[in-house]
């Protein structure tokens, strides 16, 4: 099975992607599933710029998309940002919408930085460990279907952070989601970027395994066509070589 769990298309507002074209492209590609996964980014400093996609309008495109092309599996979903914090605004709207697929993800360190664009400078290891503590916070509380690009704030590194001091926490994250069945992703952006690895990288994965972790997902946090696709075959040998599990929706 080729799948992409992770796709943003011009309903989030940072994406110029279009389903329409995605779609015959995927297929060309042979992609057997693909999950759109629209950001749902509920905290005021995002809601202010941002907004909220129209739900209703992208259901209706999938749908559309879907009986227009049976080659493909399309799967309606959303990726709420800092859930954690925003989970009493959220969890109504996702028992309303019943999405098929779920993205928790964190974009913001406990002091209010911005971990998912370039960094002014490097996180100190307090805001490395706030990271960290809101993931953990972020698994434990929420309910949700794929941990979404865990390491995030290293995209735009050019080296690799001592993270040391977080093993402790990163192992309690993965311990949180084995118990509840929450797939890891393994997140291709980080290859397009200065840092250039996977992410969780392959220390962190060896670690998920010995834990009993076997639940992944591939995705490709797309936000054009060019990035669709790129470098697939890495997050692919990555599943062959530790024995992981598609996440089957």
């Keep these: 099975m080729k799948q992409d769990y992770h796709l943003h298309t011009d309903f989030s507002a940072d994406s110029q992607l279009k389903l329409s074209e ?8 042979g992609y057997d599933e693909i999950a759109v996964t629209e950001h749902l980014d509920l905290l005021p400093q995002e809601l202010s710029v941002f907004g909220v996609p129209s739900l209703v309008k992208y259901k209706n495109l999938v749908d559309h998309l879907r009986k227009q092309y049976s080659e493909i599996k399309i799967i309606w979903g ?23 697929l779920v993205l928790g993800s964190v974009h913001f360190t406990g002091d209010h930085i911005n971990v998912a664009i370039p960094l002014k400078k490097p996180l100190s290891k307090d805001e490395i460990s706030q990271y960290y503590d809101n993931n953990l916070r972020l698994v434990q509380t929420c309910d949700f ?27 309690d994250i993965f311990r949180a989601m084995i118990d509840k069945g929450i797939a890891l992703e393994l997140n291709l952006a980080c290859l397009r970027k200065p840092y250039k690895s996977l992410i969780p990288e392959p220390v962190y994965l ?44």
């Design 145 to 171: 279907d794929v941990l979404a690009h865990l390491g995030v704030y290293k995209r735009y590194y050019t080296s690799i952070p001592d993270e040391k001091h977080c093993l402790p926490i990163i192992t």
């Design 78 to 100: 959303i990726e709420v940002g800092d859930f954690q914090d925003v989970k009493c605004q959220a969890d109504p709207l996702l028992s309303q919408m019943l999405f098929e």
């Design 206 to 249: 060896e670690l998920y395994q010995k834990l009993g972790g076997k639940l992944v997902t591939i995705g490709s946090d797309s936000h054009s066509l060019e990035q669709f696709d790129f470098m697939y075959e890495t997050a692919f040998s990555a599943i062959i070589q530790y024995g992981f599990e598609h996440l089957k929706k």
């Design 22 to 29: 995605l779609i015959p492209h995927a297929i060309t590609l």
